[in-house]
């Protein structure tokens, strides 16, 4: 509760004057109560997971088939994940006369910067791939288009239609209710012509 008459605080106390900001790194090297005290013993090593690809594959290699004949083999052989940290304390293998870092590109004259020939040289190869571009696209256009089945029919005249003079059978036999010729002939004519 807040004191009385005062109001309520909305922060926290600040910690004390033996409290050290920061991480605290503990030494290794304490001087004689460290020494008369303490021994640098080695910490136990941690038993490391185990490796169940490795174990799959031992027991494929072992014939081992059906889910519990594999059960029974990681049972009786249990491999162990290699411990990294060995593998990386060790120093690459690098050979006695290895550079780190890359090498410096060498200085370019100042004569050629002045005369502007990397400029020259650009441009030239600039002109030389567009002529190269315009070449084959000259190439191209001179190449006929294949001739596929398609082309061949849309060339090709199609078969000329026949006109039908199908009629419905029951129709066939009745005669015109209106002649307006004047005989038989000149209807014959005007049908012939």
Avoid at 93 to 100: G, I, K
């Amino acid at each position: 509760q807040p004191e009385l008459g005062k109001p309520q605080r909305n922060c926290y106390p600040l910690p004390g004057l033996d409290f050290s900001y920061g991480l605290y790194i503990q030494r290794t090297d304490g001087g004689v109560p460290e020494a008369i005290g303490s021994w640098d013993t080695a910490k136990p090593r941690s038993a490391l997971p185990r490796d169940c690809t490795a174990m799959t594959h031992g027991a494929l290699r072992a014939g081992c088939a059906t889910a519990t004949q594999l059960s029974r083999y990681r049972g009786a052989r249990g491999i162990r994940c290699k411990d990294q940290e060995h593998l990386q304390r060790r120093p690459p293998n690098l050979p006695p006369d290895f550079t780190h870092g890359i090498t410096s590109r060498p200085s370019a004259p100042m004569s050629d910067l002045l005369q502007h020939k990397y400029k020259e040289l650009w441009m030239e190869q600039q002109r030389a791939l567009t002529a190269a571009q315009r070449a084959a696209k000259r190439k191209l256009q001179k190449k006929k288009a294949q001739e596929t089945h398609t082309m061949l029919l849309k060339r090709a005249p199609g078969p000329a239609k026949e006109e039908s003079f199908w009629h419905l059978p029951r129709w066939e036999k009745v005669g015109p209710h209106l002649s307006t010729f004047p005989s038989h002939d000149a209807r014959k004519k005007a049908a012939s012509a």
